[in-house]
């Protein structure tokens, strides 16, 4: 069995222990590594090549915003997930928009995270129920925009707007299928499909860009 290898940046040791101890006991993860600081996280990440890291934002040195940017340049192939105690939505837009697959806070529970690190391999946007809501209550309050450059919103079909919409909700693929009665390979191709005609990268920028630029309704 190919395990997903997994590396940890956080400046906080007994945290970190904690974090590496409960990925350790999933048999199809190994975590290859961790860093106290964002220098030494990007050094050795540049060297192990993990699948995923865990990324906290706030560290001494060089932080979360700046180290995310830095792999996610880097290391293409490595899915980046901040995990954080910051529920301030101009820290989630920020990382998203440099290019984390997600956004997760330090108080959920110990299922969650090993469910996220699992979806973020498979390149699903993850994010803490929390934070979703305000993720779209900061764009409708004037957040920074995630807006491509060449994005053919005109294009956009009634279900794959139904798709977007269960975006701006976090579901993921498995939730939209039972949702909407279709195969959940059917669900992966309509977001392969909306992301090639909006010109994004990731799930969490097309539900985004959605909201912003009113293919979906905002939620109240």
């Known amino acids: 069995m190919n395990r997903l290898r997994i590396f940890l940046i956080d400046d906080h040791n007994l945290f970190r222990s904690g974090v590496k101890a409960l990925l350790a006991r999933q048999p199809d993860f190994e975590v290859v590594g961790e860093a106290a600081d964002g220098l030494e996280g990007l050094k050795r990440a540049r060297e192990m090549k993990p699948d995923v890291v865990l990324l906290d934002l706030n560290m001494p040195g060089i932080s979360g915003r700046e180290a995310v940017q830095m792999l996610v340049e880097e290391l293409p192939q490595t899915q980046v997930l901040m995990l954080t105690v910051s529920e301030d939505a101009e820290d989630l837009i920020d990382t998203l928009k440099s290019g984390a697959r997600g956004y997760l806070l330090k108080n959920i529970d110990a ?101 912003e630029h009113g293919i979906v309704e905002k939620q109240q």
């Open 111 to 211: 299922d969650f995270l090993v469910d996220a690190v699992r979806r973020a391999a498979r390149g699903e946007a993850v994010m803490s129920p929390q934070m979703t809501s305000k993720l779209v209550q900061g764009l409708q309050h004037g957040g920074r925009e995630m807006t491509p450059e060449a994005a053919d919103k005109d294009r956009i079909s009634p279900r794959e707007r139904e798709i977007l919409m269960l975006l701006t909700r976090g579901a993921s693929n498995k939730e939209m299928a039972r949702e909407l009665k279709l195969a959940e390979s059917t669900v992966k191709i309509h977001v392969q499909n909306i992301l090639r005609k909006l010109n994004l990268s990731s799930r969490v920028q097309a539900a985004v860009y959605a909201v």
